[in-house]
């Protein structure tokens, strides 16, 4: 079974503060997506990665960064942590393949509160 | 751009059947997903049909796509308590690009 880990399931941060969270797959995926999920929107896309020191940005990618400095690993970055990025994050990888048939993994998640 | 639209909230009583619907906007998606959200969980894979079938069934489930009205819906027989979450439904998006559109999720509450 793929395994998706995210490092964090709860993390509490203070405005202005740097926040890395860390995103882990064991399947050799080449695909690799940032969400933020958020009662009443749903799914957003952050940014997502195709391969390594590869970054696309997706539908909301302000205020974050992403690095993917190995195949395996997917981080994402609050700058400087606001309010309005409390949020679940929800990290997720696919195979490249077919992307149009490929489903996405998804980890358990990070509840990030930003005080 | 693509859209996913679902509604947002179900109830039905343990024992009945659920129907959770969706609607989709690109005609040329391949695949169509059914993902379960638990209470503090991530996003679990539930079920998926191929854009040139009808129906998928599988043990409890039943998928119906109609592609004239680009409509999805996920049918849950003998609904049990432990089918409480929320579903999404998804769409890849257009340009090939291995995302996923999903739709807000709808949230089953079954009742004992």
């Known amino acids: 079974d793929v395994k998706v880990t995210q490092s964090s399931r709860y993390l509490v941060k203070r405005t202005g503060e740097k926040v890395f969270l860390e995103c882990v797959q064991d399947m050799d995926h080449e695909n690799m997506f940032w969400y933020r999920q958020d009662p009443g929107l749903g799914l957003r896309l952050i940014y997502f990665s195709y391969d390594v020191k590869m970054k696309e940005k997706g539908d909301i990618p302000e205020g974050y960064s992403v690095s993917r400095e190995k195949k395996e690993r997917f981080s994402l970055i609050l700058e400087s942590a606001s309010t309005n990025q409390t949020s679940m994050y929800l990290c997720a990888s696919s195979s490249a393949g077919d992307r149009l048939s490929s489903p996405l993994h998804f980890g358990n998640g990070t509840r990030l509160t930003v005080t | 751009g693509e859209d996913v639209e679902q509604s947002l909230f179900l109830s039905v009583r343990e024992g009945d059947s659920s129907v959770i619907n969706c609607t989709y906007t690109d005609s040329s998606s391949t695949y169509l997903y059914w993902y379960k959200q638990e209470p503090g969980a991530g996003l679990q894979l539930l079920t998926y049909i191929f854009s040139n079938m009808d129906m998928k069934q599988d043990q409890r489930l039943t998928v119906l796509l109609n592609k004239k009205d680009k409509h999805l819906s996920l049918r849950i027989a003998d609904t049990q308590t432990g089918d409480s979450a929320i579903y999404f439904c998804?769409?890849?998006?257009?340009?090939?690009?291995?995302?996923?559109?999903f739709g807000q999720g709808t949230t089953l509450q079954v009742k004992p």
């Open positions: 998804a769409e890849p998006h257009s340009g090939n690009t291995g995302k996923l559109i």
